[in-house]
């Protein structure tokens, strides 16, 4: 998911150009606004964390880009391509030293399981909707 920030700072062409250049092709793509109530079901995960309100708010602040992306060994390359969490920490060349702004708003998720990547894809689009 390409999210608030990156996509209010003009980045959305930037980051699927190195997603289809690092050799991951798309299944599905849309552009889409998660409500505060589908951005919490999403990060539900995180919902005791002291963060958790401030990510709502973020996720639910502007349009995002969802996607479904296929490679071999696609959760781990992709991990490695967007870089840490904190963009201070990420590795040059990655999309979060490339284009995040902070912690918080870090203009990318990466899904962290082929278990959790099969939910989250279910969570966005239909079975029309992928190719
Ligand atoms: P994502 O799940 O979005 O790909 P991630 O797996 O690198 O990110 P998680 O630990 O799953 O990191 O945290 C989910 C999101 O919550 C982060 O991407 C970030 O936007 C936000 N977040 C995490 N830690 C903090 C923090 N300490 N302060 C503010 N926001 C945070
Ligand atoms: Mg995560």
């Known amino acids: 998911m390409i999210k608030p920030d990156a996509m209010a700072n003009g980045h959305s062409g930037g980051i699927l150009d190195q997603i289809i250049k690092a050799g991951f092709h798309i299944r599905a793509l849309k552009l889409t606004k998660l409500s505060a109530e589908k951005a919490g079901e999403f990060y539900a995960v995180h919902n005791q964390r002291p963060f958790y309100g401030e990510l709502v708010e973020f996720m639910s602040s502007g349009p995002i ?16 391509l967007i870089g840490a969490t904190n963009p201070a920490q990420a590795e040059e060349g990655t999309i979060r ?15 962290d399981s082929d278990e959790n990547a099969k939910i989250e894809g279910d969570f966005f689009f239909s079975g029309l909707e992928r190719f």
Request: aromatic residues 6%.
């Open 65 to 80: 880009i969802a996607a479904i992306l296929e490679k071999s060994n696609a959760v781990e390359d992709f991990r490695k």
């Open 97 to 111: 030293k490339r284009f995040a702004e902070s912690i918080g708003r870090n203009a990318i998720h990466g899904s």
